[in-house]
């Protein structure tokens, strides 16, 4: 009876956890008076609260065609949010992967007070670099690139940080032992380090495609030209009158999200649960 | 099962579930691809494409455009043969010709019978005259006689009772004589002035010409073929064949035009065909008989020497009222209006999505003069440099996404 109490509980509590997805995917599929109809309350700017309608008067697919068959700059958008992402999380594999097995597994002096600078930079907020990253790109002539977003995504210092944690639960025994089979530095991060920490980087990745994939900040500071916006941009500027758009275009960005997270998932909550782990 | 087996197969079946979903996000990035290029296409069918003008310095000619044809002020006929069947035509309308130039055949059998026709009627008209002269010539005679009978009566009487009768009868015979022999001089003389025998001894003359040229009619003077009445292969009809126009002499335009414009065209004006650059000067233009909503224009060309001139050729002539240079002028599709106001669509860079798109801007504009094909506009309201909409294969509105043609 308790285990039942408990299970509906959570139930009921998910399903309030779950409502803005409900609400965003019914949304998506209502008329445009409907859905108006449905925001009157923020439209008119009056004190009632917007209707949450779950289920649909009249369904209609009219805003997917709308956007899918008539709005090109949403594809726009699309594209370099999946180009800014893709490069970043490359460039990431490349950079960030070596240097969290370097972090983990080698010692150097001023390891650990780099280290600590590196996360003392994971925890400064954008707004604090913002300045001092805008006059550096703008000498270096990226602003209003997509590289300006793309070249310090490659540096980020928090999948370093995942990855660090990772590469550490790998037994040192294990690399000892390759070693005096005659297996040099490079071998063994190829051989053992990647194949090892594979979890922590497919969920390290993940981490950072969310990051990237959802980012507003840096493209807002650093881009000025609407047609390297990403998508994460193109959602506010969509004006409340073409709300069935603005509805229509999250549900595509939830479901590329949503299919990623499935695709990682098992990794996700591995390389996660290694954060925990003590070393 | 080992318990082994049962890891084993949850660890595929895990594989399967991630393997699905990474498909699922391939086919979706496809299909996103997909929709990328559709939505696009979409795009490029549904704005508008535009043609622009920049603002330009141009002259505003008001003019009265009129229809007409091209006539010479000198034309002669070539005479033709009514009935007669035209074997060839060797000009064409157009065509410049010497006197003595061949410019049709005629079936020869047709123009001798035509011809012994003629010869005919001129000798019935010959036959009629030698008949009248005879007649007279008899009565004369007679006339005569009856005289000198009369006169020997009278000698025999002399000295008789009778004398006085003689002589006065001798008398009446002698001042009636001339009356008596009149009606028969008179036919004579009426056939003699006859003068549809000069007319037919004028027509034999030519037939007998074209019979001794087998049939080929030539120009009886030089000029150019402003008309032709005949068909290869038909009858000829009228007695005209072609005509000739001596364009030495002059070329004139004949018009008509609307009397609410015509009013507007006075005696002197320069006017300018519509197509070549041949430029004529308004003689008159005055209402036409028959109906007073129409006036009649005649011009003359200036330049006469031109060669794309063709008599019988019709054309449109401008006859320009007014002429004014202005520093801003569009062509006249650019000018829109609203309210009676009027605007132009301006297109305007905007930073969007798709990159820099052009949007219409309407502005208001204010109107210095106009015609037909241009319109000037008052300065500092649009830049030189602005890009005016003048044609889009769509109709254009305010803030409208447009796209400008290659």
Partial sequence: MKKKIITIGLLVLGLIFCMPMIFLVSSSLMGKSELLESLSAILSNSDEYVKLIFMPKYPTFRSYVKLLFDSPEFFVTYWNSIKIVVFVLLGQLIVGVPAAWGFAKYNFRFKKFLFTLYIVVMLMPFQVTMLSSYLLLDKMNLINTHLSIILPGIFSTFSIFILYRSFRVIPNEIIEAARVDGSGDFNIFIKIGLPLGKNGIISAMLLQFFEYWNLMEQPLTYLSDKGLWPLSLYLPNISLSYADISFVASAIVLATSIFIFLAGEKYLEEGISTLAEKE | ?406
């Fill in chain 2, 1 to 406: 099962m080992k318990i082994s087996d049962i890891l084993n197969f949850q660890f595929k079946k895990q594989k399967r579930i991630e393997s699905k979903y990474i498909k699922i996000l391939v086919y979706f990035l496809i299909t996103m691809f997909l929709l990328t290029f559709i939505s696009r296409l979409s795009k490029s069918l549904t704005v508008p494409i535009v043609q622009t003008a920049k603002l330009e310095a141009a002259e505003i000619k008001n003019v009265v455009s009129i229809t007409g044809i091209l006539e010479g002020n000198e034309n002669t006929a070539v005479n033709s043969i009514e009935g007669c069947k035209v074997n060839d035509i060797y000009v064409s309308v157009g065509s410049k010709v010497n006197a003595g130039d061949i410019l049709y055949q005629m079936n020869l059998d047709n123009v001798k019978e035509k011809a012994s026709e003629i010869q005919k009627q001129i000798d019935g008209k010959n036959k009629a005259l030698e008949r009248a002269y005879e007649d007279f010539n008899h009565a004369k005679k007679s006339e005569d006689q009856k005289i000198s009978d009369a006169r020997n009566a009278m000698i025999k009487a002399e000295g008789t009772l009778e004398y006085e009768t003689f002589k006065s009868a001798y008398e009446e015979l002698l001042n009636n004589k001339d009356y008596n022999i009149i009606s028969y001089k008179r036919v004579i003389e009426d056939l003699q002035n006859d003068s549809s025998l000069q007319n037919l001894n004028n027509t034999i003359s030519n037939y007998n010409k074209i019979i001794e040229s087998e049939g080929n009619v030539t120009a009886p003077c030089s000029g150019v073929v402003s008309d032709i009445l005949i068909s290869k292969d038909t009858i000829s009809e009228g007695p005209s064949a072609m005509i000739i126009t001596d364009i030495s002499k002059g070329i004139r335009f004949e018009g008509k035009v609307p009397a609410l414009d015509g009013e507007k065209i006075k005696n002197g004006m320069e006017a300018k065909a519509s197509s070549g650059d041949t430029k004529f000067t308004v003689k008159s233009c005055s209402l036409d008989t028959k109906d007073s909503n129409i006036m009649n224009v005649t011009a003359t060309i200036k330049d006469d020497k031109n060669t794309d001139i063709k008599i019988g050729q019709n054309v449109t002539i401008d006859v320009i009222l007014s002429a004014e240079k202005y520093n801003g002028c569009i062509p006249i599709e650019g000018l829109r209006s609203e309210s009676k106001k009027y605007f132009v669509l301006v297109l305007k860079e905007e930073n969007s999505f798709l990159g820099t798109i052009f949007k219409a801007e309407r502005v208001y504009v204010e109107i210095i003069d106009k015609n037909s094909n241009i319109v000037a506009i008052k300065d500092n309201v649009i830049n030189i440099d602005d890009e005016i909409i003048i044609k889009s294969n769509k109709n254009v509105f305010k803030d409208d996404e447009v796209r400008k043609d290659d």
